[in-house]
């Protein structure tokens, strides 16, 4: 049944993300802010595949609407990406690593989304980054970042990476810890079927970082524990 199940909800995915895609870019041609457009399917799709999957997320916490902040969230799984975009209550743009948007069509769809791409292997690339999401912070958006750096192979939160937080410590915007637990056992590491299990989606209260002055890793470690107190 859970072969079954996966083989149907893959080819509905694909064939969603193709019709859901070429209306978009239909739409999209009448509307001057193209990017929202396609920020706007990407989130109607994620709550389409979310519902269709059948897992049940229970959601605890808000997310204020006056004001844009870096949302940090532990990553255990590819299906975080699509349960997030699908339940916070909140528009945001991910920071993602640079390999999704290699992909054919999909990667595309990134740009045109206005997601942005993380090269860690390249300074020149990473103060581009912090230079493009300082101005989407401006501009009054959420900006979603995994300080992690990438999936957990067990499930259990890992430490960050040393320039995760970087961006939210110089910009002095907030960070919002948020918590899924979970979504490692929907689809853990080298398996293709996914099951249905409970979800839990936590979002903590603000945190500005401007309190620990210059002392960054104690900032970095205190969303650490935030998050690591939710799970």
Same mark, same amino acid.
């Given at each position: ?12 995915? =694909?064939?969603? +993300? ?14 001057? !802010? ?11 799709? =994620? ?18 609407? !006056? ?65 493009? =999401? ?18 957990? !192979? ?9 320039? =995760? ?19 490692? !056992? ?25 309190? +620990? ?19």
């Amino acid at each position: 049944m859970e072969i079954i199940r996966s083989i149907l909800f893959y080819l509905f995915v =694909a064939l969603s +993300f193709i019709f859901g895609t070429l209306l978009t870019v239909i739409i999209a041609l009448f509307e001057k !802010n193209q990017t929202k457009s396609f920020q706007r399917s990407a989130k109607i799709w =994620a709550k389409l595949l979310a519902f269709l999957s059948g897992i049940p997320v229970s959601i605890e916490g808000d997310i204020l609407k !006056n004001e844009a902040f870096i949302l940090a969230s532990n990553h255990q799984s590819y299906a975080d990406v699509l349960l997030l975009l699908a339940y916070l209550p909140a528009h945001f743009r991910f920071i993602i690593k640079k390999e999704l948007f290699k992909i054919p069509f999909f990667g595309w769809y990134l740009k045109k989304a206005g997601f942005i791409s993380v090269d860690r292997g390249s300074s020149e690339k990473a103060h581009k980054l912090f230079s493009e =999401a300082q101005d989407i912070i401006k501009s009054g958006e959420n900006i979603l970042i995994f300080p992690e750096g990438t999936r957990s !192979n067990d499930g259990q939160l890992q430490p960050f990476k040393r320039g =995760a937080l970087l961006l939210a410590f110089k910009s002095k915007v907030k960070v919002i810890p948020i918590a899924i637990s979970g979504s490692f !056992n929907i689809l853990p590491p080298k398996s293709l079927f996914f099951r249905v299990v409970p979800v839990k989606l936590k979002i903590g209260e603000p945190v500005s970082l401007e309190r +620990f002055g210059s002392k960054f890793e104690e900032a970095a470690d205190y969303i650490h524990t935030q998050i690591k107190n939710m799970l």
